[in-house]
């Protein structure tokens, strides 16, 4: 999403710094002109006996004495602002534009919950980080899978593979911290495959003596903008019921098995709510549900108890965001009503507001690649309009990401948060009165 850079940033719609701009200049003319009129007449006379100048050459000198002044004046302000500021900014690197926009006009932003999991919330977490500085993330941990599935049967922890993940969405400087964080040992058995960010996480965990604190002083390590919450404190595996009787435990498994997914429930019961995360929805001004894998990231969120409460009476705005291609394993065949028509058994999408669906296409050589694993894009059969009460706008909402093996389909975050922005009441409504 496009912004200012540079010295335009300063001019940036609710930077509150125009206003302080406006009175120094004010404040200048004064004096000039106080100055002016004390010694004026006795200076001017003086100065045109000491330079005798034609008229033109006169009004050059003056226009030329009138822009260096009024740049040196500028240019003093900024780096006295870039002085006092420098000592109190949380990254020394960083410009002093973007400390002042961040704190002027980001932390003034909507409060905005996003709730899911995997690749896909994170994805949507790197595009409201620019549009919004209170964001927060509500994780699924139900994952029993690979690094994060080892630490918790070894070590007795909360899956941290998804909070790592949106940890570094939201991290002011991803682009460095990433390939660190993300980093898979090379090692013996017993730490071969596990990323750097998850052992850090676990390890926390057991120092700090719960998830939760573990999550903040990963939070701050990494200077997140926001905040990113586990749904529940409590260790729980996913179940699915499948429409031929099977019965099958753990997220991994389910990914995998095949066949059309009855209903989902948890493990355990109760599974209460992490607190904050409730309140965090509470207070919210926008909550955006999805994107992410169906019955593995979203609708464990919605299992949990009271989550699904307090998304549907919450006084925030309510967007879904629907997937673009289908998983194999988990929704293939499943079209785009197919999607609402499962999520609407956990949560009364009737009390969203807005359907954010991708309206472009993949290239096909881009699909070509999904053909082996029987995926394809989800199938928009909606309509003009269907049996809820969501509006529906259709947007090109298409990214991709380069892996090892193949270029992937994915939303892309700028359009993503350029989408959400312009088609909501709580953007809409703060851009205008800012």
Not at 247 to 268: K, M, P
Not at 392 to 421: F, M, S
Request: hydrophobic share 45%; charged share 20%.
């Amino acid at each position: 999403m496009w912004r200012p850079r540079g010295i335009l940033r300063w001019l940036y719609p609710g930077m509150g710094v125009k206003r302080w701009l406006g009175l120094a200049f004010l404040s200048m003319a004064v004096l000039t002109l106080a100055l002016l009129y004390a010694f004026g007449v006795d200076l001017m006379r003086f100065l045109y006996r000491s330079f005798p100048l034609t008229q033109s050459a006169r009004y050059g000198l003056a226009g030329a004495a009138l822009v260096g002044g009024v740049g040196v004046f500028l240019y003093a302000i900024l780096r006295l602002v870039r002085s006092v500021a420098r000592g109190v900014a949380p990254a020394s690197h960083e410009k002093m534009t973007s400390v002042v926009y961040r704190t002027r006009v980001l932390e003034r932003a909507p409060r905005v919950v996003a709730i899911g999991g995997g690749t896909g919330l994170s994805t949507l977490l790197r595009g409201l980080k620019q549009v919004t500085g209170n964001i927060t993330a509500v994780v699924t941990v139900m994952d029993d899978g690979g690094s994060s599935g080892r630490l918790r049967a070894e070590m007795d922890v909360l899956p941290p593979g998804d909070v790592r993940n949106c940890l570094l969405a939201l991290a002011e400087d991803e682009s460095r911290l990433s390939d660190y964080f993300q980093h898979r040992f090379e090692a013996p058995a017993e730490l071969a495959g596990h990323s750097l960010g998850n052992l850090l996480l676990a390890g926390l965990e057991q120092a700090t003596g719960g998830f939760d604190r573990a999550i903040e002083a990963m939070s701050f390590v990494l200077n997140v903008r926001g905040r990113v919450l586990p749904a529940t404190l409590t260790k729980t595996h996913l179940v699915a019921h499948y429409e031929d009787g099977r019965i099958v435990e753990g997220e991994s498994r389910i990914g995998h098995e095949g066949g059309r997914i009855e209903r989902l429930a948890l493990s355990t019961s109760p599974v209460p709510a992490y607190e904050r995360a409730l309140e965090a929805i509470a207070d919210a001004d926008l909550v955006v549900l999805g994107p992410g894998s169906l019955f593995t990231s979203l609708v464990p969120n919605l299992l949990v108890d009271s989550i699904a409460r307090a998304i549907e009476t919450a006084s925030a705005e309510k967007v879904l965001v629907a997937n673009l291609m289908t998983q194999p394993g988990e929704t293939s065949g499943l079209t785009l009503s197919d999607h609402l028509c499962a999520l609407g058994r956990y949560i009364d999408l009737d009390r969203f507001d807005l359907l954010l669906v991708n309206s472009a296409r993949p290239a096909e050589t881009i699909l070509e690649g999904y053909k082996s694993e029987a995926a394809e894009p989800v199938v928009d059969d909606l309509g003009d309009a269907e049996g809820h009460r969501l509006r529906i706008v259709r947007e090109d909402l298409i990214g991709v990401a380069a892996l090892v093996r193949k270029t992937t389909v994915k939303h892309d975050p700028d359009k993503l948060a350029r989408a959400i922005v312009r088609n909501t009441r709580t953007f809409s409504h703060r851009l205008g009165t800012d």
